[in-house]
Every structure is written in structure tokens, then in C-alpha cells.
């Protein structure tokens, strides 16, 4: 375009965005007035309250953002212009002025091509700074015109720094991760993820569409996301807000089965073994054993009458239970239901009348019925079955070797199940039990990060949270740090019972840079892992090695980096081994350079120290790596966490090492 023609367009573009901005205050101010009148409105106290919770969350929903763009793009279809923003904003006629990103048109802006332009004449990105529209940049699709990942401000976009949490990526979603994202809801996905590819992203935004797609549905059984630490949930924290969906239950897994206070910590092996699958096996022997059959016949004192149940039914009552498969618990109902059923047929035959409900309560409390059920089918709590399990584990008969019983046995059993001092790995085993007691309610939709780290057991307490709901996995097999770190995705969608679940490899970095992935990917021969290497578009980036001759030095130059690193743009992190934690913190008070954690999202300091073993799934502009052989060294699985500290950076890394670097990162 002319010049003239460009200012032209771009301030009609700032005019729509300044009216847009307006109706959707409109829109919220409409959504708060029926919150502050719903009850006078409504035509009870239910209705009331049920309309105050909509309108409280639509009021939500509806929050505008200043710093961030309302809308990104644009499509020219049929010569009527549709802009594509986080969010639907109608005009007061209800005209939309904004399409959600999420609308069944919206896709053409992610979809659309020169060789499938879909109807799509135009397609327009905007550059924004701060809220502020700047730029824009067309793609005629009709003429042939496509930049795909040449776009300078799609580029722009994808490289710009990275400060506090997480941002949503629906401005370059590419093609690939879009047709992840608008996956059915009855579709199982497991995304193999190499660094850099924006898997996180995906799984957060397939969860804001399927919200979007099935809003009452997903509101009932709702969505679960599991992440590996409170560091990361935080870091991912503003995401779906920011899309406007603020009702999305986020969890670490300890947090989702921790039904105990934690007190004790295993030895390395003895939690290998809990987390071992046989252990669920373990479990319901342990649990089903329990039931007998009865020795003598119920006797039931009922005023004037006596009512006798013989053993033959009694013993049909416990098999038929038995067999239905149902939860220890519900079965245990079950049998207490049909025998006071007896009881009341008889009652009813020598009486002529129905029992009414206060009989039938009365019934199935009664000594000889409590009784009978306390011997033939006993009361069961989950952790009173772990703490007999621990206490006894010879239950575990020929599915434990007896060195693996001796290993897991308490040296010194607790007097009861309150004083029991369970450990984090007793906690996968309470939830278990649980879910053998009674069923576990079901997420409509799962989004499990990091899922390469899960332990069979751990696949087996989100299976019972999904097991009427679909999930979305995420992971690399090269990322995989914890003992029992799977190397194949189809064992772990057996334990998460999904063993049909699509696995689709995302491959294409857009944020890792190129010569940050080269030099990672060395390490990928020595993984024990088929992945293929991470392949990066950016072609930015620095790369940093520094041979620190003496070991005294080695802190004093990391924070002499630490200094460096802030004179430019984003986030900088000090990545080290766990013991170096707090030594290094100590270096940057020294010089007054200001820091937190990674999980203390509300710091504003630009500087992060964390530890490597918790770094997973975080990425920082800069990364400042703290010897890499001591990272190594700290685990079995080494390698594998350096792989993952060496991907953190999205713009500059250095490395700084006093030690020999690992044999497959020695540069030439």
C-alpha cells in the first residue's frame, strides 16, 4: 500500500480496537449489573443463587487486560472482514466485533494457505506493544501471498522476552498444533513433545477450546490439569485466565492424591517399589482377602417376632456381591441392602405391612447385621489397608520377592492409623486403595504435563480421575528424570487406560533456539530413548561455553554473567545442581542483584535461581548454566536433567563449568 493508505488502514484498525474495548466494557458492565439484581430478579432463592454464580463468572470471564491485544488477526472472506481475538465481543446490536480464536471461522486463520485459502482473501497479523496496535502485516491468499513463518511479526511475536508466567500462544499457533488443539473431546491424545515445540501450550489451549465447545458439559464434570511442581502450575497460572477461562481445577499429582500428611521419606529403592504396578495388585489381595464367609445364622430381635437368615443365602448374598465387581465398599452396601431385604420380606409376609423407612434404617444397624458384615465383609479404610499392607507385607504372596517385602516392611509399626508417618510414595498407595473402596470421580477432560515421569502407579490415580473423560499427554521421552521414566508412550497409556490414544510427534521448535537445540541434542544418543532431534526455526540466539580454570571462581563468574545477562531484554535464570541453591542466592545478595524463586510469580525481579530438579516444563530468555557435571552427578538420570536445564533458554545460554562437561557435549 501507498503510505497514505497504510495510516489510513492502521488507524481504522486502532478505531476498532478502541471500539471493541468499549463494547466489551459494555458487555461487562451488563454481565455485573444481573450479578448485583439477580436476586431480585430471579423467581427463588435457588434461581437466585444459581444466576449469581453465572453472572459472578461471566463478570470474570470478561475482564480486559489493557496491556494485552483484544484482537490479533484478521480475515478477509467475502469481503466482509472478521477479526480474531482471545475473546467473543459483540456490538450492542449483538453484531460480533470480535471472533473468539476458538470459532468454527476462526480456524481459517490458523489453517488457511495458498494451497487451501478456505474462503480467506486476506489474512492480517497485528503487532501490538504493550495493548497498543503498531503494525500490521497482510497475506493475500487470493494472489498467491503467504509468509507462513517468514512473518516478521508472527516471528516477533514468538521471540519476544519472556517476563513472569506464561503467556497464551493463540496469536502463532501453527497449523500442526491447531489441529491438536481443536481435537475432539472424545479423543485421547499423547503429544511427544521435543523442547521448544510448545506442547504446554497446546495442551492448555486444546483445554480453553474444549470449554469453549462443550462450556455446560465440561462445567459439570469439569477440567483437571496435573503438573509436575507448584513452580510450574504457577508459571502456567495466567494462561487460561487471559482466555478467559478462570474455572479450571490445577494440580500437582502429590497435591491430587494427598488424602495424608506426609512425615516420613523412603529410601530410593523401597520408593521404586511402591510405584512399581504390582503394587495395585498387592492391594486388592490384600483388600479382598478380607472377606469370609459367615459361620452361623443372622438371629434379628424384632419386638415380638425373630427373624432368621440361614447361612445358604447368606453366603448366595457375599458371591453375588463379589461377583459384580463393584468397589469394596459399595459391595459391602450392597450386601448390608439385600440382607435387611430379607429381613424385610419376612417382616412383611408375618405382618401383612411395609416396614417403613425408620424400620429399615433401624435394620441395618442392628447388632446381629453389623456384626455379621463386620466378620464377613469388615469396614476398610484406605489407609487403614496401607498400614496393614506395610506392617504385613507377606499378603504380597508370590507378586513380591521377599527381599522387596523386608524392603517396603515398617521397621516400627505405628500403634494406629492416626500416628502412622506415611511418606509421599504412601500416598499413590492410599489413593489406590480408595479407588478400590469406592469409584473415583471422573474429569470430564485431563491435561497432564511432564508425563514421561509417571510412575505406573501415578498413571493408575489419573486413569480413575479420566476414566469417563478423555486426556491430553504431554512429554518428551527425553526429558524423563525420575527412576521409572517411561521410554515407550504406549506402556504409560496402558496405565492411564487409553491404550488407543493417538501419539503424535511435535518436532519443529519455534522458541529454543538453533544452536541451543544443536548442542542438547547430543546428548540424545546417550538417553536410551527413539525420539528424533528437535529441529529449530530460530536462527537467533547465543551460545556461551566458559571453561572457568579454578573452581574458586566458578560462583563469582556466574554471578559476573548473572550482570552481564541484565543489561539485555527478559528473563534470566541460574540453573544448578540442588546443593548450589543456596550458596549461589547467597553470591547474588552479596551484590545486590535481586532474585526469587521460580514459583514466586508475584516477585517482579528479573532474576531466577533454580534448582535443575525443578526446572522442568520453565523457560527463561536467558539461561545461566551452574556446572553441568554436578547436575549430572546428582541423580541417576543425569543426563537426562541436563537435557532438560540445557532447554530452558528460548534466546541466550551459558554454560560454566569448573569440571570436564559430559563426554557428548565436549565441543570441537
Not at 609 to 626: R, W
Request: charged share 25%; hydrophobic share 40%.
Amino acid at each position: 500500500m501507498p503510505i497514505t493508505d497504510l495510516d489510513t488502514e492502521l488507524a481504522a484498525e486502532r478505531t476498532h480496537l478502541e471500539s471493541s474495548r468499549a463494547a466489551l466494557r459494555r458487555m461487562r458492565n451488563r454481565a455485573q449489573e444481573l450479578f448485583s439484581t439477580g436476586d431480585r430478579v430471579a423467581g427463588d432463592a435457588y434461581t437466585a443463587e444459581q444466576l449469581g454464580r453465572h453472572m459472578a463468572r461471566r463478570v470474570k470471564e470478561l475482564a480486559d487486560d489493557p496491556d494485552t491485544p483484544l484482537f490479533f488477526g484478521r480475515l478477509d472472506i467475502d469481503e466482509s472482514p472478521y477479526h480474531v481475538g482471545r475473546r467473543h465481543v459483540t456490538d450492542d446490536a449483538g453484531e460480533p466485533m470480535v471472533l473468539d480464536w476458538r470459532a468454527p471461522l476462526s480456524r481459517s486463520f490458523y489453517r488457511a494457505s495458498v494451497r487451501d485459502p478456505q474462503g480467506v482473501a486476506t489474512r492480517r497479523r497485528f503487532g501490538f506493544v504493550k495493548g497498543e496496535l503498531t503494525s500490521f502485516e497482510d497475506e493475500h491468499l487470493d494472489r498467491g501471498e503467504e509468509l507462513g513463518t517468514s512473518s516478521r511479526i508472527l516471528t516477533s511475536e514468538i521471540e519476544r522476552p519472556r517476563v513472569g508466567p506464561m503467556r497464551d500462544i493463540v496469536a502463532t499457533i501453527q497449523p500442526e498444533q491447531d489441529e491438536l488443539v481443536r481435537a475432539d473431546l472424545s479423543e485421547s491424545i499423547c503429544v511427544q513433545g521435543a523442547p521448544g515445540t510448545g506442547k504446554t501450550a497446546v495442551g492448555l489451549h486444546r483445554a480453553a477450546y474444549l470449554l469453549y465447545l462443550h462450556r455446560e458439559r465440561l462445567r459439570k464434570s469439569k477440567v483437571l490439569i496435573v503438573g509436575p511442581n507448584t513452580a510450574f502450575l504457577s508459571y502456567i497460572s495466567a494462561v487460561l485466565p487471559t482466555l478467559g477461562e478462570v474455572e479450571v481445577q490445577q494440580s500437582t499429582l502429590d497435591d491430587l492424591v494427598g488424602r495424608a500428611v506426609v512425615k516420613a521419606v523412603d529410601p530410593a529403592e523401597v520408593t521404586a517399589i511402591k510405584h512399581d504396578v504390582r503394587m495395585a495388585e498387592v492391594l486388592h489381595r490384600t483388600l479382598w482377602s478380607r472377606i469370609t464367609g459367615p459361620t452361623e445364622p443372622i438371629m434379628v430381635s424384632d419386638g415380638s417376632y425373630r427373624w432368621r437368615i440361614d447361612l445358604q443365602p447368606l453366603h448366595r448374598i457375599l458371591d453375588e456381591a463379589r461377583r459384580e465387581g463393584l468397589p469394596y465398599a459399595t459391595g459391602r452396601e450392597r450386601v448390608r441392602a439385600r440382607v435387611v431385604n430379607l429381613l424385610q420380606l419376612q417382616s412383611e409376609y408375618r405382618t401383612g405391612n411395609s416396614p417403613n423407612d425408620s424400620w429399615l434404617r433401624r435394620m441395618s444397624r442392628i447388632a446381629p447385621v453389623a456384626g455379621f458384615l463386620e466378620s464377613c465383609w469388615p469396614a476398610v479404610t484406605p489407609e487403614s489397608l496401607v498400614v496393614d499392607l506395610l506392617t504385613d507385607p507377606s499378603a504380597a504372596g508370590d507378586l513380591l520377592t521377599e527381599a522387596e517385602q523386608e524392603a517396603i516392611r515398617w521397621v516400627k509399626p505405628p500403634k494406629s492409623v492416626k500416628s502412622a508417618k506415611f511418606s509421599t510414595a504412601d500416598l499413590v498407595l492410599i489413593d489406590e486403595a480408595a479407588g478400590l473402596l469406592e469409584r473415583e470421580t471422573s474429569f470430564g477432560h485431563v491435561v497432564v504435563d511432564e508425563a514421561q515421569d509417571l510412575s505406573p502407579m501415578q498413571a493408575r490415580a489419573i486413569a480413575r480421575r479420566s476414566e469417563h473423560g478423555s486426556i491430553t499427554l504431554l512429554g518428551d521421552l527425553a526429558q524423563g528424570t525420575a527412576p521409572w521414566a517411561t521410554t515407550d508412550w504406549r506402556d504409560i497409556l496402558v496405565h492411564l487406560g487409553k491404550p488407543d490414544a493417538a501419539v503424535v510427534p511435535l518436532t519443529v521448535g519455534f522458541r529454543v533456539p538453533e544452536a541451543v537445540v544443536a548442542l542438547a541434542n547430543r546428548l540424545l544418543p546417550a538417553l536410551g530413548v527413539n525420539v528424533p532431534e528437535a529441529v529449530s526455526l530460530r536462527r537467533d540466539g547465543e551460545l556461551t561455553v566458559l571453561d572457568v580454570a579454578d573452581p574458586a571462581d566458578l560462583d563469582q563468574r556466574t554471578v559476573a554473567e548473572v550482570t552481564a545477562a541484565l543489561v539485555h531484554e527478559g528473563s534470566v535464570a541460574v540453573i544448578a545442581a540442588d546443593t548450589a541453591v543456596e550458596r549461589l542466592r547467597g553470591h547474588l545478595d552479596a551484590a545486590e542483584i535481586g532474585h526469587a524463586t521460580p514459583d514466586d510469580v508475584d516477585n517482579p525481579a528479573r532474576v531466577r535461581v533454580v534448582p535443575a530438579t525443578m526446572v522442568k516444563g520453565l523457560e527463561y530468555d536467558h539461561v545461566i548454566v551452574h556446572e553441568p557435571a554436578d547436575i549430572v552427578a546428582a541423580e541417576p538420570k543425569g543426563l537426562n536433567r541436563l537435557y532438560v536445564v540445557l532447554t530452558r533458554a528460548v534466546t541466550r545460554l551459558s554454560v560454566l563449568h569448573s569440571k570436564a562437561l559430559p563426554e557428548a557435549l565436549t565441543l570441537p
